[in-house]
């Protein structure tokens, strides 16, 4: 009786302890579960308040700007709404006399609507620079310069637009870097302050794109660095915005 009682001891002992560690197993696939929930759930959240503030951008572009064509989509490497608003205003507000923009596309249409007396636009490829121009003759927009410079070796050790296609360009009052593509070399825009400082008014106002990426944000640093008497400011966009201005 004694050793059947012991037995029946050992069994309920055994059972509790498997009972604990499925418990247990359980916890631990629940916890992750909603830990997974909780980040899916805030993923989510942050992309409709993204998707939400680009619409309000994008709207206030349209009621802003006169468009009298249909006008591509801002999505995947175009510039985003939030971007292509501020582009807007600071050309509106400061009235650049020469705008530089390295990269074309939708931003060379806001650009010459907002008012750009004169804008050069400088694309590495012919067939952006194509669709670009035929943007352009879509919505009426004449006297824009769009050049092809096509990428070449720099002394920097990546690949930059052929600066021969850049030596008549001085005194830019406004210069936006949205380009070259970074897809092959990170550092691809880095050459712009070398090449391009010299070049800018006093008053020249700097406009980049992409600084959530770390090259794209050390050349916006560089850049205020490089000019004293201007002062860096980030804005939390889409893809992360610099503006170099004066103080």
């Known amino acids: ?28 696939k629940v916890s992750k579960a909603t830990s997974l929930n909780t980040a899916s759930f805030k993923e989510l959240k942050s992309i409709e308040q993204n998707s939400y503030r680009q619409s309000e951008a994008f709207q206030q572009l ?20 939030d971007l292509l608003l501020t582009i807007s205003h600071q050309i509106r507000s400061r009235k650049p006399r020469l705008v530089v923009e390295l990269g074309s596309g939708v931003s060379t249409l806001i650009v010459a609507k907002s008012g750009a007396k004169k804008l050069i636009s400088i694309d590495n490829s012919e067939e952006f620079a194509a669709k670009t121009r035929s943007l352009l003759k879509e919505h009426g927009v004449r006297g824009v310069q769009v050049r092809v410079a096509t990428l070449k070796s720099h002394p920097s050790g990546v690949d930059w637009y052929d600066t021969s296609k850049l030596k008549d360009i001085k005194g830019i009052d406004l210069l936006i870097i949205d380009g070259p593509p970074a897809t092959i070399n990170p550092d691809a825009r880095k050459p712009a302050l070398t090449e391009l400082i010299k070049k800018l ?43 170099i201005s004066p103080k």
């Open 62 to 81: 349209i009621a802003t700007l006169k468009f009298t064509s249909p006008i591509p989509p801002t999505r995947g490497w175009a510039a985003s709404p």
């Open 201 to 243: 008014s006093p008053q020249a106002v700097i406009i980049m794109d992409d600084v959530h990426r770390k090259s794209e944000r050390e050349l916006a640093q560089a850049f205020a660095e490089a000019l004293p008497n201007h002062i860096l400011t980030i804005y939390p966009h889409e893809k992360g915005t610099a503006i």
């Open 1 to 28: 009786m004694h050793n059947l009682q012991t037995l029946l001891i050992v069994i309920c002992l055994l059972a509790i302890i498997y009972c604990a560690r499925l418990l247990r197993a359980l916890h631990t």
